[in-house]
């Protein structure tokens, strides 16, 4: 859609312009709406959900009666949630941790984290993002004039950019507002559009008139709407296996529907005839009476080639699991005395699409960064280039072996730097502040280790330690 860059750069933005983006953007929007409805298992995400039962009725010349066509189950297998949640799980379990040398920076980016909740933000950005294929993050100031974010639904954002989305020319934000008429609620609709400077509010009733009511500035040098992608192709995660997990649903429902339908096989009596009121008195004692010596009594069931289903089931799962880059925890190799080295082997694919991702999302940080730079220069709380001092560390959020780790860390004390070695360990999560706790403590005690607040206490009152 970058094409409308230059037609909003020749004429300015307008409602009929903002008609034509969001036309352009509806089957991006309802792919997306359906991903996200598959991950919440939502029934018009999902399509074995929504199976009908199979009309035997009239199939030849004439009628067949069945009974083994009253059993529909839908089972829906819901891996496309759990390739997102381990993804989610793995990229921020751990939160990602801001670091700058820069103090005056470093005070204010801690306490716009805080006011942002940034952890629950961070981590909800990826899961979107890792679902629909892009997420998207809105910078604002508030009602009392801190700097804010918010993510916004990817199916709600259009994001202009000559090449990356992290680094916006133009972004639209366009939705469905509810507003009271006396006592009656009124839908309309709503399309904010951002550029370097302004907020140019649109209204329109009826999806086909859009409206200016609105321009105003939003306080940053740049667009504060801008996008996260999942990577490059702006693909989400189960894009690719979305048919495989279809066929799994599907024969795992028919191969229920086989087992279910055992109850409901034809009784085959021979050597015996059975009139209308031998059957109800069959309903009421279950007993039969066959008088021919070669009669019999069972019923008539289909074989289910249950080695057949298990092997397709597994093959699918299998496959599955294999092109969504994706791993199985609750497979039994993760357990025991697997070494840290063979778990990297199994997390291989897992670890390069997350790579793929936490590249993407620290240039969307930086970006962010850089909007927010512009604001806090303007208030003299920030230089407005501060933004590159400051990077981004993703930790990975795996079961360690805290001994091995601090062997390993005893054995390169000297070696490296205390912030590199620190860095190592997977339960130290902000390696500045623990750098500073421990300088803290050090201060804290004379040489000989005896804490000083408690020696000079001792002194105070002519005693001895």
Known sequence: MKEFINLIQQNGINGNIIKLMIEEHRPTRDKMIKLYARYKADPSGVPILTRKLIDYEGIGNEAVKRIDDK????????????????????????PITYETEDEALKKMVSTFNTRNNIEDSDSELGKTASICGYGARLLYIDEEGNERLRNVDPWEAIILASDDITEPTFGLRYYQVFEWSGETKVTSYRAD????????????????????????????????????????????????????????????????????????????????????????????????????????????????????????LNRLEENILRFAKTVNFSDGSFGGTITGVAMRYKLMAL???????????????????????????????????????????????????????????????????????????????????????????????????????????????????
């Open 351 to 465: 670890e390069h699409k997350a790579i793929t991702m936490e590249r993407k999302m620290t240039a969307a940080f930086r970006y962010q960064y850089k909007i927010l730079c512009s604001a806090w220069d303007k208030k003299i709380l920030a230089d407005k280039d501060g933004y590159l001092k400051l990077w981004f560390q993703f930790k990975r959020n795996l079961p360690v072996n805290i001994l091995e780790e601090a062997q390993a860390s005893a054995q390169l004390k000297g070696q490296v730097s205390e912030e590199t070695r620190l860095a190592l360990l997977s339960f130290v999560d902000d390696v500045r502040f623990e750098l500073e706790r421990m300088a803290a403590e050090r201060d804290a005690y004379d040489l000989e280790g005896n804490y000083i607040e408690e020696q000079e206490h001792h002194e105070d009152y002519g005693l001895q330690k």
């Open 193 to 312: 559009f951002y550029d370097a400077t302004y907020i140019y509010s649109f209204k329109s009733a009826d999806k086909e008139l859009y409206q200016l009511i609105e321009r105003k500035p939003h306080m940053f040098d740049g667009c504060p709407l801008f996008g996260v992608p999942n990577n490059k192709e702006l693909k989400g995660d189960t894009e690719k296996v979305i048919s495989l997990i279809d066929a799994y649903d599907r024969t795992l429902s028919d191969a229920s529907n086989e087992i279910e339908q055992f109850r409901l096989a034809y009784l085959i009596v021979k050597g015996a005839s059975l009139d209308e009121e031998d059957m109800e008195n069959l309903k009421k004692s279950g007993v039969f009476e066959v008088f021919d010596e070669n009669g019999d009594v069972k019923f008539l069931t289909k074989e289910i080639n249950d080695t057949m289903i298990e092997n397709h």
């Open 71 to 94: 059993v529909n189950n839908k089972l829906n297998n819901s891996f496309d949630s759990e390739i997102i949640d381990t993804k989610t799980g793995y990229m921020f379990g751990h």
